[in-house]
Each structure stands twice: as C-alpha cells, then as structure tokens.
C-alpha cells in the first residue's frame, strides 16, 4: 500500500483499505504480509495514514512502525542551519537526497505552505495551513455530557444543493451553543449522474424538528430551496424562518469569524458527529476584501463542508434569537416557611 495518506474518504480508501486488511488477516498462516509507505499525514483529513498510525496494533507493537522525523520547530523553519539539520535527519542514509538544494527550496519558495514542507520533507504530522478549523481545536469543544432532548429550545441552520453538494441540517441549543445534525442527505458513492436530493424526505425532517423541540429560529440558505422556505415561513411561523443568504460574503464573513472564535474559547459544544466533524474539519479558507469565507478545498471536490455551513448558521440563529427575547430558562421554585 503506497501514499496511504492520499487514501481518504473521498477516494474510498479507508474501505478498500479494510477490505484488503481482511484479506491478509485470513491468509497470515499462508505467509500473508503488508508493506505500507506514507508521507506524513494530515490530521483532519481521517486517511488510512492516520488509521494505521493511530491503530493499537502499533501501539502494541504487532506491526513495525519505522519513520525519521525532521523534528523542527515551526518557528525554525527559516533558519538555514536548523533547516539543514532536520532534513539530515529525516532523509537518514538517503544518499541521493539534495539536502542543499532542499534547504533553499524552503528558505526561498513562498508559494509552498510551511506545513506542506513539514509533511513531505521533514515527515511530521502537520495541518493543512489553509484548513479553517484544526483538530484540537474542534476536539476541545467535545462535550458528552447532557445530551440533547425533545423539548429543548433550539436555532436551526439549513444548507441545501439538489445534485451536486450534500443539504444539511444543524441544530444549536440555545441555553448553552450545543450543536447536533438533524439531518444530512450527502451523494452516495457511485451514483447515477441523475441522482438528487430526496426533497420530501428534507421537508420531512424539518417538520420533524420542528414538533421535536421549541424551534425559536431558523436561518436557511435559499438557493434551489427558496419555495419550500416559504412554506415553513407560512406553516411555522415567518418570525420563525428566515433566509440567510451565504453569498452575500460581508455577513457571511462576520458568522464565520464568530463561530471560529466561539470554537477558540470553547464557547460552544458538539456531540461528536462523524459527519459534523468531517466537514468541519474539512473547510479551508478563502480571503475575500471583507474577510476569512470557509468552502471546500476546491469546487469539484468530494471532501463536503456543507455540513459546517449549516453549523455556522445555526450560532447566527441562536445568537439571534437570544437578542429578541426567546431564551426562556425554566428555574425551579423556592418556598421558604
């Protein structure tokens, strides 16, 4: 198995990757083995580099695990010596290496992120520079405990596409930012080029939600979706629903340098939904005259965000729906004698 950090979701690498574990795991008395060679991985992105890394087997030491590491600082990354230094060690017995030519690509190249250079030239773990959210961040925000339930007083926010994107929806308890999916509808692999968005069932989940919980506020992207929209105006309420157009980057910018900052300081909570997590983490950023924008890393590809849009928009209703009044905490009554 070669460049296993490519292997990722998108491609189907992590299931051809079970599916020729299996495959070795049945026949080892045959004399099955593996060979795996990788670059250093990204974090967010859940390749079979990752997988493999983080899997107890190599813990425990059942399979052999042998990586050089540059071992350089960040901040290092532009000094001569301490750039020398780590690409001699990384490369090891690597007698063909250009350690000297290496050393003035990353001093001089600026077209090249830095953290690119620590993944394939000096083998470290490192995030993509352009990914909007990192992994600790977005791990810090975890929280297990009092899980969400019928009744509670939520904001929703709903991204929708017909073919080519996933349509989401994401909920955000308003007493303390706790984000949960209602719903997601993402293309499965190998669909027909006709395939679409089962529109009844989406219509079907916003009802859902809205008998499920208090639904104080709903943001909702109107494109492809701006006639079913008005209807959940009419049926629930049009100081309930509301558009919220994410091309329209000035206020766009403003809710995602929000939620960014909320994830900071833990200000807000989520239950660790794989699909919520992936898409998150999935998101880079664009730098447009207003700000920071997040969108998928480029528009053809399959690695999602719709799912972290939807996320954005639900803080907006939230905080929105705080400012008008509509948090209402219920406290429990002392009677003293």
Known sequence: MDEVHHWVGSNGGPDFYQVLKRNVEKTTTAGSRWVCTTNAYNPNEDSVAQIIHESEMVSAGYWLYDCLEGGLAVEDIRNEDAVRAALVKAYGDASWADIDGLTRTILFDRTTPDSTYCRFFFNQIAESSDGW????????????????????????????????????????????????????WERPENAHDDWEIDVLSVEAAVKRAFETYRVEWLYADPPYWQEPIGRWSIEHGEDYVFEFWTNKPTRMVQAVERFHTAAMVQDLKHE????????????????????????KDSPRSKRKVDLAICAVLAMEARADAIADGRLKIRRSRVVGF
Request: glycine content about 10%; aromatic content about 6%; charged content about 25%.
């Open 272 to 295: 660790n939904d794989p699909k919520l997590t992936r898409h998150v983490l999935n998101a880079v950023t664009r730098e447009v005259p207003q700000g920071i924008l997040i969108q």
């Open 133 to 184: 959210m990192s992994k600790a961040e977005w791990d810090a925000c975890y929280d297990d405990d009092d899980p969400i339930m019928p009744g509670d007083q939520i904001a929703i926010g709903f991204d929708g596409s017909i073919r080519g994107d996933s349509t989401g929806i994401v909920g955000a308890r308003l007493r303390d930012a706790k984000l949960f999916v209602i719903g997601v």
